[in-house]
Antibody
Framework: QVQLQQSGPGLVKPSQTLSLTCAISGDSVSSNSAAWNWIRQSPSRGLEWLGRTYYRSKWYNDYAVSVKSRITINPDTSKNQFSLQLNSVTPEDTAVYYC??????????????????WGQGTLVTVSS | AIQMTQSPSSLSASVGDRVTITCRASQGIRNDLGWYQQKPGKAPKLLIYAASSLQSGVPSRFSGSGSGTDFTLTISSLQPEDFATYYCLQDYNYPRTFGQGTKLEIK
């Protein structure tokens, strides 16, 4: 059973860096059949996919255009976890942040990648 | 980015009712769509993938259909634990995009 455990501060000052970590159990951050995502949720923006990291012989990242200049998602193979860093935050970055695994599912038509395991969520408030 | 539009945004129904939620994509996404259920204070939970395949452990009263741009989630006979918010998510390409959600409330 895959479990994701999030950690990190719930309060960040404007212009500073938001940092969260997602510890993985029951799978590997280096898996060739998974990807590791960050998503956030706020009343104004709904559910917003932020980005992912994954390993396919080397490490890759994909990021949402809306945060691409400010975001870094990094794997940590020694601790089997991955992290989110979001720089230069403003109050608009206030949200519940989730980490999630993207797993592969197969049927007769092919394969699909779904967000099948999620962390518990972390409310991050950006305020001075 | 592909836009996902859900309707209705909210829905009142009674235990035992059959309900349908729709999701429309701004361009064709084959059947690359998932449906998620979210309860207050909890993370979303995967119900259906590939538009119509039931995730393991999800009750058979949930079903999905559609392909291309139009998709539906149907709950055949509402149970008390089904009152929640439902989201669609396209996994056709990146960035992944969610619908805005449908809040299912008790009538």
């Amino acid at each position: 059973q895959v479990q994701l455990q999030q950690s990190g501060p719930g309060l960040v000052k404007p212009s500073q860096t938001l940092s969260l970590t997602c510890a993985i159990s029951g799978d590997s951050v280096s898996s060739n059949s998974a990807a590791w995502n960050w998503i956030r949720q706020s009343p104004s923006r709904g559910l917003e996919w932020l980005g992912r990291t994954y390993y396919r012989s080397k490490w890759y990242n994909d990021y949402a255009v809306s945060v691409k200049s400010r975001i870094t998602i990094n794997p940590d193979t020694s601790k089997n976890q991955f992290s989110l860093q979001l720089n230069s935050v403003t109050p608009e970055d206030t949200a519940v942040y989730y980490c999630a695994r993207e797993g592969y599912y197969y049927d007769s038509s092919g394969y699909y990648q779904e967000l099948d395991y999620w962390g518990q969520g972390t409310l991050v408030t950006v305020s001075s | 980015a592909i836009q996902m539009t859900q309707s209705p945004s909210s829905l009142s129904a009674s235990v035992g009712d059959r309900v349908t939620i729709t999701c429309r994509a701004s361009q064709g996404i084959r059947n690359d769509l998932g449906w998620y259920q979210q309860k207050p204070g909890k993370a979303p939970k995967l119900l259906i993938y590939a538009a119509s395949s039931l995730q393991s452990g999800v009750p058979s009263r949930f079903s999905g259909s559609g392909s291309g741009t139009d998709f539906t989630l149907t709950i055949s006979s509402l149970q008390p634990e089904d009152f929640a918010t439902y989201y669609c998510l396209q996994d056709y390409n990146y960035p992944r995009t969610f619908g805005q959600g449908t809040k299912l409330e008790i009538k």
